[in-house]
């Protein structure tokens, strides 16, 4: 794209999760503060799925996220209705992810690469392990990646065809996607218990 391109980051709520308290803050607002702090300047906007309704309703207006809220209709239908060139898609629950991670995968999204999103080695060991937990082999590390969040997408490219490949959304059929380098801190809070992890994350990110 010759000019700057116009952003869309739709920060994703799928759980009540997302509205957990983090510090004096909570885990959605962060996430939105992160997306509204990158140099590309997009438009951040918060979707509520199904699953997370609730939570949103009863979380204390100080704690929400100001920006605008989405409802009703699927991801795919949301994005499909912004009216910018590239559709960001970030995880509420990955609150500490950078804001040089939105930048790189909106650098990435030029000449024909449709999708992009962050991904970094894996540094643990993986084990193989059958329906009884039996180890019947070692994963090599070097074949595999961890994916995290924004994924971008063009939004011109984006269907609404079902996605199965750990993409969020889908794109047109044999269009080019790629990875971006991610960050370690792009954890995910999978359940009250990692707020605590999350927190001395963002205390050793506030200090370094």
Not at 64 to 93: F, K, M, N, Y
Request: aromatic share 4%; hydrophobic share 45%; with cysteine.
């Amino acid at each position: 794209m010759s000019k700057s391109p116009r952003v869309h980051a739709i920060i994703v709520a799928e759980s009540e999760i997302a509205f957990l308290k983090l510090g004096n803050s909570s885990i959605v607002k962060t996430a939105v503060a992160r997306a509204q702090a990158a140099k590309c300047a997009p438009e951040v906007s918060l979707w509520v799925a199904p699953a997370a309704l609730e939570a949103w309703r009863h979380t204390p207006a100080a704690l929400l996220p100001q920006c605008p809220v989405a409802v009703e209709g699927t991801l795919a239908e949301v994005a499909l209705r912004t009216s910018a060139d590239l559709v960001l898609i970030h995880d509420a629950q990955r609150p500490l992810t950078l804001s040089a991670s939105y930048d790189r995968v909106v650098e990435s999204l030029k000449d024909d690469v449709v999708a992009a999103r962050p991904a970094h080695v894996v540094v643990d060991t993986l084990k193989i392990v059958d329906d009884n937990m039996r180890i019947t082999g070692t994963l090599n590390r070097d074949t595999v990646q961890s994916l995290t969040s924004p994924e971008g997408y063009v939004a011109s490219a984006i269907t609404l065809h079902q996605p199965n490949d750990g993409w969020s959304l889908s794109v047109a059929e044999n269009a080019r996607r790629e990875f971006v380098r991610g960050d370690q801190e792009s954890l995910k809070v999978r359940e009250p218990a990692d707020v605590l992890l999350v927190e001395s994350f963002l205390a050793w990110q506030t200090i370094s």
